[in-house]
């Protein structure tokens, strides 16, 4: 019965973090290059709903679409900052690039909101519903059909939009989306916004049973690549799944043993994976036209 | 006469370290000491993450980490256990080492976006650990009461002296990591990071070489983890988070990538910004986030690579004295030789159902020149892949000099004598020619740390290698290009550094891939005369080419292949006539329209 119970919160956590994850992959996919501010936009996108709920007292879910759009203006203009000016570069140099910004991101959450730890609204309001010996709390439920939701948006928007067509174009091949006629800066300009509002709502979602401070995106960010390793770099759907395994294995292992267990045993299987499967290694060097 | 300081940016970079060194001493205040003291330990740690970032070119994010943990080693050591500074030092080296060389062991072998992850991995690990392992960490709160630094009895006092003491480590350590990459060794690293396949076709072994420098980045953060602890007193959990390493990435970088004095500017100038920028008080590290945006944008080279620039365009340099040319042969060519140089057999290689290479089975006698034809897309390129060892074969094998290479590694090919040339250029743009052919002897001279540290303070393997390298530009008639970088010569000429660099490694084979490709008629004609000079002295040759008038007289017998398979193989008057090399190149209906 706790397994059970330990399963619904590793899923609710799950279902956050593969929306942390599929931002991820998608920039990822759209520019080769590593976003490590993904879960310093998880963050903002947390302090986001906060500030917005001081504003007006409303439940998370009526904030949703607000946090979205304030996200996704955020992801543009990163874009504009981290991305674009060093799009001919190698990926390292975004990977710095990105570092930088979640520096930024971090030390301007604390500046304006305080290092404690502070508290979204919840989507729906607080109920716990008891259920045998099981006690679900209404948060829980939906931050799993939030999470869902948004998740079969983006899946829709990719396969049956010309716009996700578009995207994909651009993700796979951008020189031939580009003789195409495909805008490919604007697809991965709209990518990177995506990807914010994607990370902004796994903010909001986590902001109120989790809390949210400026430091919170830095286990985020390991937590979404690790999933993005694990499902297979690049993959969607991979990430997604990977992200709800992670966060299952979180929650399991630290109700039966300690956070630092579960963390320390979590990145053991991840190096045993990237030494059984270093898909990189022969998918990247070899792959390379000599 | 040149001077020794007017070489390159000395002189400034004198005046800016004197300027460094007066400005503490200037304000003379107990304060001011003990943020230059603080930028010592930073230098160690920043000049320590530019072996492992800056040259070996991997993006490591355990910096910070492996730094955390030699501050907690001293701490513990000190402060818990009352150790002296002479035991516990050693020992705040030796533990970030070790747990180097176990995250090294699956870490290193992998592309950098997994190589950040898996080392993002091992600090967030550390970082818990300190927090929960109250018993032996003090949890949140850390350890407090560090004893000072204490050398022989005495301790050395704050201010002043313990400046001096951290700094002359640091010192050491930047002159240690200067000397071990200013000759060849350093240039191996260059090479690698920019052109890793080129690199393993010299020799040289990537993963030996990023080893080497992430055991020494943690050698160096031990080293400035322990100092740091004992110059604060104290340690918390805060010196294994996060900003640490991101400092140490922002030190790096704004002070010039592969630059130690750009990791020693980056930190005096990062661990003054927050006091001189005291108006942004606690975000002061929102202006570290912003510098390092703005660096990496702007100007990737850093301040260091901003200042070599500013001296290159303002004031030339003369190139320096070209070295006397001075071949130095190593390799014995052994007298009873296989009968069969190279022998592949079967080789087969499929890319997602498509087959490149079908059942490919040829010899090369040694002595021999051998030419490998085919259309665009027939395997040539490939098949030269899977001999040199970037692609391993789905079937077959291969022998090199009575040895079964199949599984070999491609390196340990180059060093076992089989060179190539690549069909793109493969040269560094800032190297310059002359350095770029003495790279083809990192594999004689040895590619190890060890012998980068034996190599002498005038770099006696760059030395070598050089004079060697001027004879073998001299032998291809670019000894005047010797100084001249690689990005700024002509197409020809970069042809030939790169059969130069391949000579290098004193090679039983040499595969030239495409060599006449965009030259002119009279230069693929005197290429092709130094050639034949070259087989004359027993170079074995095998050359895929596509301009016959350059193919046809150099060599003695031709291979044709089309689509994967070996379709005629002859003297070159045979393959000309042959029907099905006819048919390859020009489709069935020309190969009708020529029996006509």
Redo the contacts between chains.
């Keep these: 019965m706790e397994l059970l119970q330990l399963t619904i919160d590793g899923v609710s956590l799950g279902a956050a973090y593969a929306l942390v994850a599929l931002g991820f992959v998608l920039v990822l996919n759209a520019t080769g290059a590593v976003n490590f501010a993904a879960g310093d936009l998880v963050m903002a996108g947390g302090f986001t709903a906060v500030a917005l709920a001081e504003a007006f007292p409303l439940p998370g879910l009526a904030l949703l679409p607000l946090v979205l759009l304030l996200m996704a203006a955020l992801g543009l203009v990163f874009s504009l900052l981290a991305y674009f000016p060093l799009m001919r570069r190698p990926p390292t140099a975004v990977f710095i690039s990105t570092i930088a910004l979640g520096v930024i991101l971090q030390n301007a959450a604390n500046a304006i909101f305080g290092a404690a730890p502070r508290k979204a609204p919840a989507l729906l309001g607080e109920h716990l519903y008891h259920l045998g010996g099981l006690s679900i709390g209404r948060q829980s439920l939906a931050i799993v059909a939030v999470a869902a939701a948004l998740v079969l948006a983006q899946h829709l928007l990719f396969a049956r939009t010309q716009l996700g067509r578009s995207l994909r174009a651009t993700a796979q091949d951008r020189e031939t989306a580009e003789a195409l006629g495909i805008p490919t800066l604007r697809m991965i300009a709209l990518t990177f916004m995506l990807a914010a509002a994607l990370a902004g709502a796994a903010g909001l979602l986590l902001a109120n049973r989790y809390f949210v401070e400026p430091t919170r995106g830095n286990e985020l960010i390991v937590s979404a690549y690790m999933a993005v390793v694990i499902g297979g770099w690049g993959s969607l759907p991979g990430a997604v799944l990977a992200a709800l395994l992670i966060a299952l294995f979180q929650v399991i292992v630290s109700a039966y043993a300690s956070y630092t267990t579960a963390t320390a045993l979590l990145y053991a299987v991840l190096l045993a994976a990237l030494v059984l499967r270093p898909k990189g290694l022969f998918g990247e060097a070899i792959g390379r036209r000599v | 006469m040149r001077g020794w300081l007017s070489t390159g940016i000395r002189l400034p970079l004198i005046a800016l370290a004197v300027a460094l060194a007066a400005y503490p001493l200037l304000l003379g205040n107990a304060y001011s000491f003990r943020l230059a003291t603080l930028a010592g330990v930073y230098a160690l740690l920043a000049i320590g993450y530019q072996l492992i970032f800056g040259y070996a070119?991997a993006?490591s994010l355990a910096q910070g980490c492996f730094f955390g943990i030699g501050a907690y080693v001293s701490a513990i050591l000190a402060s818990r256990l009352g150790w002296g500074f002479l035991l516990s030092f050693p020992l705040s080296l030796a533990a970030p080492v070790a747990l180097a060389a176990v995250?090294a062991?699956?870490?290193l072998?992998?592309?950098?976006?997994?190589l950040?992850?898996?080392t993002?991995?091992?600090a967030?690990?550390a970082l818990?650990?300190a927090?929960?392992?109250q018993g032996l960490t003090g949890g949140a709160n850390g350890i407090a009461g560090i004893p000072p630094i204490a050398l022989f009895g005495a301790r050395v006092p704050d201010g002043s002296s313990l400046m001096l003491v951290v700094w002359l480590l640091a010192a050491a350590g930047a002159f240690l990591a200067w000397h071990l990459m200013r000759g060849l060794y350093g240039r191996m690293f260059h090479l690698m990071r920019e052109n890793?396949?080129a690199a393993a076709a010299l020799g040289i072994d990537r993963a030996r070489l990023r080893l080497a420098a992430f055991l020494l980045s943690a050698l160096y953060a031990g080293a400035a983890g322990a100092l740091y602890a004992h110059s604060e007193g104290v340690i918390s959990p805060g010196a294994l988070?996060?900003?640490v390493m991101?400092a140490c990435?922002?030190m790096a970088?704004i002070g010039g990538s592969a630059r130690v004095s750009g990791a020693i500017l980056g930190a005096v100038l990062l661990v003054h910004l927050p006091e001189w920028l005291r108006v942004l008080e606690?975000?002061y590290?929102?202006a570290?986030?912003?510098a390092?945006?703005v660096v990496?944008?702007a100007a990737?080279w850093g301040l260091i690579g901003a200042l070599e620039r500013l001296r290159a365009r303002l004031l030339p340099e003369l190139p320096p004295e070209p070295p006397a040319p001075r071949l130095m042969t190593r390799r014995t060519r052994a007298s009873a030789e296989a009968a069969r140089l190279l022998e592949v057999e079967g080789l087969a290689i499929a890319f997602g159902g498509l087959k490149a290479l079908d059942g490919i089975t040829l010899s090369v006698r040694p002595g021999e020149l051998l030419g490998l034809i085919g259309p665009n897309g027939s395997g040539k390129?490939t098949l030269v892949?899977v001999v040199s060892g970037?692609?391993r074969p789905s079937a077959g094998r291969i022998r090199f000099a009575g040895q079964d290479i199949t599984e070999t590694a491609a390196y340990r090919r180059a060093r076992l004598g089989l060179a190539r040339s690549?069909?793109?250029t493969?040269l560094v743009a800032e190297m310059t020619a002359l350095d770029s052919v003495a790279l083809g002897r990192a594999a004689l001279e040895g590619t190890g740390l060890a012998s980068a540290l034996a190599s002498g303070w005038r770099c006696a393997h760059l030395a070598r290698a050089r004079g060697h390298a001027m004879a073998l530009l001299d032998g291809l008639g670019i000894a005047a290009f010797a100084a001249r970088s690689c990005g700024e010569l002509p197409h020809g000429i970069k042809r030939r550094v790169e059969i130069a660099r391949a000579l290098a490694l004193e090679p039983r084979l040499l595969i030239l891939d495409e060599p006449a490709a965009g030259l002119g008629a009279s230069e693929a004609a005197d290429l092709r005369g130094r050639l034949e000079r070259l087989a004359q002295g027993g170079l074995t040759l095998l050359v895929i080419e596509h301009n016959m008038p350059f193919l046809m007289p150099l060599v003695e017998r031709m291979i044709c292949l089309d689509d994967g398979r070996l379709i005629a193989e002859g003297k070159p008057a045979e393959i000309r006539g042959h029907p099905r090399v006819i048919e390859a190149y020009l489709g069935r209906t020309a190969r009708a329209g020529v029996r006509q």
């Design positions: 070119g993006l995250v062991l699956p870490a072998r992998l592309e950098s976006h997994y950040a992850l898996a993002l991995g091992v967030q690990v818990l650990a927090v929960n392992w890793d396949i988070e996060f900003p991101v990435l922002a970088v606690r975000s590290l929102i570290y986030g912003a390092l945006l990496i944008i990737p390129t892949n970037l692609y690549f069909q793109s493969s």
